[in-house]
């Protein structure tokens, strides 16, 4: 009798744990996450527009009708990207999201303050190999650290009534998402051999 | 097998289900603050990635779920639902009707929520939504006759989030079922 209560006992405990680590892993191991479903329609460090939120869509859940969605898909690994994201008339968001889908930042077109939303993400290890003096001659771009080389920005623009869903894609269209291939050009000439500092800094 | 199965069922229901850590509820509505964050709970976590669904982020707005009235009747198809009152301060409001699964529903009208703009007020600002089967005058959001649905009402550009307690911060509207078949 008491050998089936202990094998009880100690099954709900390990079941626990089990639970535990089942919670824990499944954000790495799910494969139908947003991303994965995201990956075979996206083109990568490029904008594509996602149909209008439909009943037969099912693409992801909890897709809001009202607004005109369009993802950047980025990997970050070939160099930083360069985002530039007109406002609608409306309202404009841009939310990015790591490879495993948790939201590490948002913006929208009131915060950015200006009528094109712009900026500039890459890689925390990126970011310190900028050179400091461009860091302040970019001021007005806003940086963001991505804590994972890829992952997924999306773009939103409310379409206020349906009418206006086509002007709602039509702004996010004319958005751009890439990777900067040089830095500023104008800008290099200034700043002779940034590079190699951070990777004396890195083996000390 | 006894730890495998308690374990993985409870992982099951609570990603299924969800869990009471870091919500938010005022009135029928109940919002999770900390999604849209890197603070995120390892369950939401877990529920967004088994569901694939991109939460909405901080900075962009938060969303309110309702899957009962507010007197705690589960959200019915059949029945008319009557959504009344006030939203909390945000720049716009979607109200978006889904099916247990986070689909919309099917219906000849193509119209699947309201937002703020298009929604039809009374004289002090006030709104009501009928939400029903059969249409409805002023602003009717059609259920398509499914048991069971949920409603989803977004703030965007809003004050409301991770240090929002109490009705007074975020007055909801409400909820009432007002007749069944």
């Not at chain 1, 859940?61 to 007109?86: E, F, H, M, N, Q």
């Not at chain 2, 639902?81 to 409001?93: H, I, K």
Request: proline content about 7%.
């Amino acid at each position: 009798m008491i050998r089936i209560l202990f094998t009880i006992i100690a099954g709900v405990l390990l079941g626990g744990v089990v639970h535990l680590v089942s919670v824990l892993a499944l954000p790495r191991i799910a494969s139908e996450d947003a991303y994965s479903r995201l990956t075979p329609i996206t083109k990568l460090n490029a904008v594509t527009q996602l149909p209008v939120a439909d009943p037969s869509d099912t693409l992801m859940p909890y897709l809001d009708p009202a607004l005109a969605v369009a993802v950047c898909r980025y990997d970050l690994s070939t160099g930083p990207i360069k985002l530039s994201v007109p406002v609608s008339q409306a309202y404009t968001s841009v939310s990015f999201y790591t490879r495993n889908d948790l939201a590490y930042y948002a913006i929208n077109d009131r915060s950015a303050g200006k009528k094109v939303i712009e900026l500039d993400l890459m890689t925390e290890a990126q970011h310190e190999a900028l050179p400091e003096d461009e860091d302040v001659t970019a001021a007005d771009r806003l940086i963001i650290d991505s804590p994972s080389a890829t992952g997924l920005i999306v773009l939103k623009a409310l379409a206020p009534e349906p009418g206006l869903m086509a002007q709602a894609q039509a702004s996010l269209a004319a958005s751009s998402c890439k990777v900067q291939v040089d830095q500023p050009t104008a800008k290099q000439a200034e700043v002779p051999m940034p590079a190699p500092a951070p990777l004396q800094r890195g083996k000390r | 097998m006894l730890a495998a199965a308690v374990g993985l069922g409870l992982t099951w229901m609570t990603t299924t289900r969800g869990t009471e850590l870091g919500t938010l509820t005022i009135g029928a509505w109940t919002a999770r603050p900390r999604i849209g964050t890197t603070d995120i709970d390892p369950y939401s976590r877990a529920t967004v990635t088994r569901n694939g669904e991109l939460p909405i982020g901080t900075g962009d707005g938060i969303a309110f779920t309702a899957r009962a009235d507010d007197k705690k009747k589960p959200l019915d198809g059949r029945c008319d639902v009557v959504v009344s009152g006030v939203t909390p301060a945000a720049r716009f409001w979607t109200l978006t009707l889904y099916d247990n699964k986070g689909h919309l529903v099917a219906n000849s009208l193509q119209r699947y929520g309201f937002t703020s703009e298009e929604i039809v007020r009374s004289a002090d600002g006030g709104f009501e939504i009928h939400i029903a089967s059969r249409a409805r005058a002023g602003n009717w959001l059609p259920t398509g006759g499914i048991e069971r649905y949920l409603l989803m009402l977004r703030l965007y550009d809003t004050p409301v989030g991770v240090a929002t307690r109490t009705k007074r911060d975020a007055p909801m509207p409400q909820i009432a079922t007002v007749g069944c078949p």
